[in-house]
């Protein structure tokens, strides 16, 4: 690039939102301390912990790749509402804000793409070594200090008219709860103990809710800057294959971007696509229809590389 335009900013975040976003972002950190210590210090890891971490992150990441991201967003597939309420429920528990206003964040950065306009590039924030740290900074979580950009609600008027959708998301703080309420009763009737609740709630709830905010936030960070780039797409999405396993497909960025409304993100045979295989199997039983993936000409039209 021979001149890096000045990030668009959309003014700071209020008082209230920045100290809720630094609790959000800060508390699960020192959940995983307070787990480390429990196990190390005292002992007290149990299988159950581990079945309950495994168990509420596959459940929260589908809620956010296939509910958030494939269904709302991009409309990649159709389904009834009650299964579209218990997606919008399942990725409320990542605890990242209300489904509506996670879709329209997302709408907004399909829209500018690594343009200054763009709400967490990694390509606007100076030259040389600290611009690509402070570039990846605000691409993985500084980004969420700041004030939205102005007339979200223009892309989410069709959320907005589904009055039980609205409802359901608008639940966002229940629903957050509810994720640590869920992995703190399993690990008490798994364990039959206090401290199994405990644990539980740490292992399963908190460093859940650490390795869900990472994982998320790596593919605005991470599959912006490093990876392939198969297709032709204007702007810096990548392929990360690290990323396309812990985020169940999401990591297959450049192609996502090159084909924003697939259900499939993961095109090629040797691409892991866990959020894909979910919708596939939910059409195979009835709950989902027009399942939308680009036929192979379409896919060869963007090819830059095999
Ligand atoms: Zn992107
Ligand atoms: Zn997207």
Redesign the pocket.
């Known amino acids: 690039m021979s001149s890096i335009p000045h990030p668009k900013n959309h003014g700071r975040l209020s008082l209230g939102g920045r100290i809720a976003t630094f609790l959000g972002v800060t508390v699960p950190i020192a959940g995983l301390a307070a787990a480390a210590a429990a196990a190390w210090g005292w002992g007290f890891l149990h299988w159950a912990d581990v079945a309950m971490f495994l168990g509420m992150y596959a459940l929260t990441v589908v809620g956010l790749t296939v509910g958030f991201h494939r269904l709302f967003v991009h409309r990649s597939f159709e389904t009834y509402l009650p299964v579209k309420v218990v997606l919008t429920a399942l990725g409320s528990m990542g605890v990242q804000g209300t489904m509506i206003h996670w879709v329209g964040l997302h709408r907004w ?2 829209r500018h ?1 690594d343009a200054p306009e763009d709400v967490h590039s990694p390509h606007h924030q100076g030259r040389g070594v600290f611009g690509f740290l402070r570039g990846f900074w605000h691409a993985h979580i500084g980004w969420a200090f700041h004030a939205d950009p102005p007339a979200l609600d223009r892309y989410v008027r069709d959320l907005h008219k589904s009055p039980t959708l609205r409802a359901t998301s608008a639940l966002f703080p229940a629903w957050a709860v509810l994720g640590l309420a869920i992995p703190a009763a399993g690990g008490a009737l798994l364990t039959g103990t206090w401290v199994g609740a405990g644990t539980g709630l740490l292992w399963g709830g908190l460093v859940r809710i650490l390795a869900v905010h990472h994982v998320t936030w790596s ?2 960070s991470v ?2 800057l490093w990876g392939r780039r198969p297709y032709a797409t204007g ?1 810096g ?1 990548r392929d990360n294959l690290v990323m396309g396993f812990l985020a169940f497909g999401e990591g297959w ?1 450049n192609s ?2 090159a084909f924003p409304t697939s259900a499939r993100h993961g095109l090629r045979w040797w691409q892991p696509d866990l959020s894909y295989w979910v919708i596939r199997n939910l059409s195979l039983v009835g709950l989902a229809w027009n399942v939308k993936v680009p036929s192979r000409q379409a896919q060869a039209a963007k090819r830059r590389s095999n």
Do not use: A, G, K, Q
């Open positions: 950065h399909h793409s593919i605005n599959c912006h702007d999405s960025h996502h971007h």
